[in-house]
């Protein structure tokens, strides 16, 4: 029988493919096998990601799915992946689409169980955001944080939402076209008001297609 880190390490060569061939019961057994592995053996998970440059489809999504079901234990952890996966896109080793893979992490439960973790990678996240950045990296970041702030129902009078909203609305009101409309799809989906400047004539005509 094959080892965790094999699997893993077979799936990250075929780019997830074995991952997606597997139902839903198969999915939910190989990740808690992760999990089980990973408390048993820490430090070779640890290992194994931070050895990983990901692609569009990498096997440490199924690595952060799983970690992400004992944020208790490794929220921290997952923290530190985030930073390197984003300054490994910084540094333009990896294109800024592999920042998807931090989807995988599951926000919602580590805002139910570690609300603390949960700010300190939402604020990390909202710091990396910059009028004057690369478009493709603000709106990726934009669309990890739409993923995060998806789970703060009920908190939008929290200082933490407001300092995260005003800086996506300064992106909304005074980004690149494409920036301004990933930024004002993430305010929309938080279901709040803000104080959004009307787009001009020709982006509303660039928006309908």
């Known amino acids: 029988m094959k080892d965790i880190i094999s699997i893993l390490e077979e799936n990250e060569n075929n780019q997830l493919d074995l991952w997606f061939d597997l139902d839903d019961k198969g999915t939910e057994r190989l990740l808690n096998k992760v999990l089980n592995y990973a408390l048993e053996n820490p430090d070779k998970v640890k290992s194994y990601c931070s050895n990983i440059i990901p692609q569009k489809y990498s096997s440490l999504s199924i690595v952060y799915e799983a970690l992400s079901r004992n944020h208790r234990e490794w929220g921290a952890f997952l923290h530190d992946e985030i930073v390197r996966i984003v300054d490994l896109v910084e540094r333009k080793e990896i294109p800024s689409s592999c920042l998807s893979v931090l989807n ?71 980004g690149s076209f494409k920036v301004k409309t990933e930024a004002r799809k993430v305010l929309a989906n938080t279901e709040e008001s803000f104080d959004l400047k009307p787009l001009t004539f020709f982006e509303k005509i660039r928006s309908i297609f």
């Open 104 to 174: 995988a992490i599951d926000s919602e439960h580590m805002y139910s169980n570690s609300k603390d973790q949960y700010n300190k990678i939402m604020q990390y996240l909202i710091s990396k955001l910059n009028i004057q950045g690369r478009d493709r990296f603000n709106t990726e970041i934009l669309n990890i944080v739409d993923w995060f702030l998806a789970e703060t129902d009920g908190t939008s009078k929290s200082s933490e939402f407001r300092e995260w909203t005003k800086v996506i609305t300064e992106l909304a009101n005074n």
